[in-house]
Nanobody, 126 residues
């Protein structure tokens, strides 16, 4: 049973950093693409990053490239999203999700991800 749990959100000032964690259980992380998504009030869910731990491939949306970094722990049970140089427009609920057939070469398209964790709120104050 694929389960994901996102954590690490909070309130931070503009220019600050946060690290989100996505704890994965019930499946082999190497068999899936893991994506990070966010949804701000009144906006569509946006795919911002993805990773396949089996080959280390990653994807970043233009809006976060150079500021955010996705990685996994050596045990391959947790995927992280390190967020630096945060901006007020990064404020959103952040989700992680798994895609059995996905790969970062395809980006991070929400409709392709089947298994979702609960969200964690990130608020960036100006």
């Amino acid at each position: 049973d694929v389960q994901l749990q996102a954590s690490g959100g909070g309130l931070v000032q503009a220019g600050g950093s946060l690290r989100l964690s996505c704890a994965a259980s019930g499946f082999n992380l190497d068999d899936y693409a893991i994506g990070w998504f966010r949804q701000a009030p009144g906006k569509e869910r946006e795919g911002i990053s993805s990773i396949t731990t089996r080959d280390g491939s990653t994807y970043y949306a233009h809006s976060v490239k150079g500021r955010f970094a996705i990685s996994s722990d050596t045990a391959k049970t947790t995927v992280y999203l390190q967020m630096n140089s945060l901006k007020p427009e990064d404020t959103a609920v952040y989700y992680c999700a798994a895609n059995r057939r996905g790969h970062p070469r395809y980006g991070a398209r929400p409709h392709e991800y089947d298994n979702w964790g609960q969200g964690t709120q990130v608020t960036v104050s100006s």
